[in-house]
């Protein structure tokens, strides 16, 4: 069979297409290759995705935690040794306005 076609469209031709299969076949294949290469970093970058939102939100919530007035009261008085202050040591300041500065 492989032989009536090679006498019936010339070696030369049967050689060209046999290339040209051959080529196609090998482009098929790299391109599946990389499909599958390309399919396993997606993942990977997926989860690279889920585990840097997860900590994100960890440390959003680390922020909101640090600047909550009872954590700043806390560090305040346990780590610089701050205390409140008596009542003699409060001033109360004016809210400045246009007319306030014009006098």
Do not use: C
């Amino acid at each position: 069979m492989m032989a009536s076609l090679v006498q019936r469209i010339g070696l030369k031709r049967f050689m060209l297409l046999f290339a040209l299969l051959f080529s196609i076949a090998i482009v098929h294949v790299w391109s599946e290759a990389r499909f599958v290469q390309d399919s396993y970093q997606l993942s990977r970058l997926y989860k690279e995705e889920s585990a840097l939102r997860a900590e994100n939100e960890k440390l959003e919530l680390e922020i909101a935690t640090l600047r909550a007035p009872s954590t700043l009261s806390a560090k305040a008085i346990d780590d610089l040794g701050m205390i409140p202050p008596s009542p003699d040591q409060i001033v109360m300041i004016q809210k400045m306005t246009q007319e306030t500065t014009k006098q």
